[in-house]
């Protein structure tokens, strides 16, 4: 089954009343009697223009087919439309309908629509990207975001002074009924001018189909008609590009995941609604297991978060049918050298302000900062806690849900931000774009257009532990102490993914500071297995970050196994926990973003997806995790996740032999902006990453597109 949207009926009426109350009293009147209205309209305007078949029902209302000569560039722009990818409309036709010459067909009304206060969607405007677009949307003049104000917007139009109006209807195709249980009918709006618009309030869901029929009016008679068909679907923007009420009720629509639990939830929203606690237990139960992570490290790296973040933003959407999940684009921070810090992401009115440590080169340490000081400090999110581990068997040493290597004993979500690492550029972006070869490409989606945005938030929390190791002979210098420390919490995994540490579960806090935590790291007791655990850390510390001639890995060994070694830990963005932090949620939209532009840029020429653990994932060889701790074996088959027709695992019944939703290929399918079954709810509102000054991506995506088809 490809895709599931909401239908309005799956929203329980009562809880978005409470939530929306504003929304429910300032919606523009209905008119109920426009059918009445309309007829006498039509009445008089058959004295005026010749018209073509007219066919009224109770349903669809006025339905005018003009009798325009199809010559007319508007008719030659839906064509075009329709005709697919290979062809553009006539930069010269384009250049034309910009001057104010007289339109070409007096009986045809060239319009679109769009969403009140936001700009035109480039999809629909006169001069329409070349490459970048989506092919579902040409059977349609124009889109409809559910449950907001919809505009007329006409191409070209006659003045109001001269005594020209507009007045459109738009009504849903669909028999349904709205969230308030009511049938949807038509809605009405007028056209003025362009800074005089009454909109009309459109009820529907994804993929609903409208008609719409615009009337123009000449001293209170309809001189002409016209009609046409719209899409219902949500519309995915930059958190920048959202107006400030918007950003506001997305913000809200979200915070509700974390305040209403599961249960009560789906009894107020229905059964899209799922808690926060939910999508952090699907991602811990698919990227915590020991044996491999099935969701990062691999190919089934950006689908399986295509999927979680859809679920996700079905359910701020069951809270508030108005509102989509916004994206990140943090490449605009890196073009426009602004520092996560100062990022529209992170202050009070959005996911709470970042804090730093005192010394930026050391980063968070027990000697100049304190562990709370790594909370939410303000916003919805203030002091946010960490989810328990109440579900599977599969928590840190302190009880909490994060990955059992990360001894984080922190009861808020923690983010030992660095305001020093650069975010992914654009130069990552334009790199990514081109990787011709389809596996590489999906693998190359989790590294530099990504990872160091999960990095530079979830960072490491102290890095003063490996002084003494310094002292002691063991690393070579200060940066080598750095560059181990930064990486330490990927060797903490791997040596518990390797079988050769056993996290206690019974530790303690008494506070947040270095001597309020009681723990313990277990190693293996068997000779053989404590030197596979010394290989393991060579391999992992590596040889250049100490002395010269140094073998002496035990000693590295005995600060793991009885050491500080556990009190050296990463903050949730960069552990399997990470969608606890609400920061993580408009990540990944950016990565889909530009797997669609790619698409949209001709694709690739060979689909295949590799069949052998080996090409889809790292971790090909694991730990056979059915055997007690002290021994270990390897198996070949831990790449589940990865493979075409893959699932999530079943975090739902922590059933790990058991899927869950659609496989990555479908997932893939469905987001696929060039085929005509684009199933997926949204669309981006813009892939041209016109910000980019040193890579016009619009150019990139049209060289591709040449050099594949042409
Ligand atoms: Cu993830």
New binding site residues.
């Given amino acids: 089954m490809p895709y599931q949207y909401s239908s309005p009926s799956a929203v329980n009426r009562s809880g978005y009343t409470i939530i929306n109350e504003s929304e429910t009293t300032d919606k523009p009147p209905r008119f109920q009697s426009s059918i009445v209205k309309y007829l006498l309209y039509f009445i008089a305007i058959t004295c005026v223009v010749i018209v073509g078949s007219v066919s009224l029902s109770n349903k669809t209302s006025t339905s005018v087919e003009s009798s325009s000569t199809t010559s007319s560039y508007y008719y030659d722009y839906v064509d075009d439309n329709i005709r697919g990818s290979d062809d553009n409309p006539d930069e010269e036709d384009n250049e034309d309908v910009d001057s104010n010459d007289d339109p070409v067909v007096e009986s045809t009304i060239a319009f679109t629509v769009k969403r009140k206060d936001y700009d035109l969607l480039s999809f629909f405007s006169k001069k329409r990207p070349k490459t970048i677009k989506y092919h579902h949307l040409s059977a349609y003049k124009g889109l409809v975001e559910p449950y907001t104000y919809t505009e007329l917007y006409l191409y070209d139009f006659k003045a109001s002074d001269d005594g020209y109006v507009y007045e459109y209807e738009i009504c849903n195709d669909k028999n349904s009924v709205n969230i308030y249980g009511d049938d949807i009918l038509c809605v009405n709006g007028e056209y003025h001018s362009d800074d005089d618009i009454v909109a009309a309030y459109v009820e529907c869901s994804p993929f609903d189909t409208l008609s719409i029929t615009v009337y123009e009016k000449l001293d209170n008679v309809i001189v002409s008609s016209t009609t046409g068909t719209l899409l219902c679907q949500y519309v995915r923007r930059e958190i920048r590009s959202l107006t400030d009420n918007d950003l506001q009720e997305t913000m809200d629509a979200m915070h509700e995941l974390w305040v209403t639990s599961e249960d009560e939830g789906q009894e107020l929203y229905g059964e899209d609604y799922h808690s926060q606690v939910y999508f952090t237990e699907a ?1 811990t139960f698919n ?1 915590g297991q020991i044996d491999a992570d099935h ?2 490290e691999g190919l089934g790296f950006l689908p399986q ?1 295509i999927k979680i973040t859809n679920m996700f933003e079905k359910a701020m959407q069951a809270v508030n049918p108005s509102v989509s999940l916004f994206y990140w684009d943090y490449t605009i921070e890196t073009e426009t050298n602004v520092k996560i810090g100062d990022s529209p992401m992170f202050t009070a009115d959005t996911f709470g302000t970042l804090n730093f440590p005192a010394d930026n080169y050391w980063g968070w340490t027990y000697s100049n900062d304190s562990i709370e000081d790594a909370a939410i400090p303000d916003g919805r999110w203030s002091h946010t806690t960490a989810d328990l581990s109440n579900k599977y068997d599969l928590s840190n040493s302190f009880g909490y849900l994060r990955g059992p290597w990360n001894f984080n004993p922190s009861p808020y979500i923690s983010r030992f931000s660095i305001s020093t690492t650069a975010l992914p550029s654009c130069k990552n972006y334009a790199e990514w774009l081109y990787v011709a070869n389809y596996t590489e490409f999906l693998d190359y989606s989790s590294h530099e257009p990504h990872a160091t945005t999960h990095g530079a938030l979830g960072s490491i929390f102290g890095c003063d532990l490996f002084i003494p190791l310094l002292d002691a002979g063991l690393l070579k210098d200060l940066d080598s102490l750095h560059s181990t420390c930064k990486k330490w919490g990927f060797y903490m995994k791997d040596f518990y993914r390797s079988n050769l540490i056993y996290p206690s579960n019974d530790c303690t806090v008494t506070s947040l500071d270095y001597d309020g935590t009681d723990c313990s790291v277990g190693c293996p007791t068997d000779e053989e297995l404590l030197e596979e655990l010394s290989e393991d850390i060579l391999n992992q510390v590596r040889k250049t970050s100490v002395p010269q001639g140094f073998d002496d890995w035990d000693s590295w060994r005995d600060w793991l196994c009885d050491g500080d070694a556990y009190k050296v830990f990463v903050g949730d963005h960069l552990e399997s926990s ?1 969608p606890s932090d609400p920061s993580f949620w408009p990540i990944h939209p950016n990565l889909e973003r530009l797997y669609q532009l790619r698409l949209m840029a001709g694709g690739f020429d060979d689909y295949t997806w590799p069949l052998d653990a080996e090409s889809v994932c790292n971790a090909y060889l694991c730990v056979e995790v059915d055997i007690a701790p002290n021994t270990f074996d390897y198996y070949d088959q831990c790449c589940y996740g990865h493979f075409e027709n893959d699932q999530l695992l079943d975090f739902v019944n922590g059933d790990v032999n058991n899927g869950y939703g659609e496989t990555n290929r479908e997932t893939l399918d469905s987001t696929d902006p060039t085929s005509s079954t684009y199933s997926v709810n949204y669309i981006y509102d813009d892939l041209t990453f016109s910000h980019c000054e040193d890579y016009d991506f619009e150019d990139i995506a049209a060289t591709l597109y040449d050099d594949l088809y042409n």
């Fill in positions: 991602h990227a969701i990062h978060h990470s």
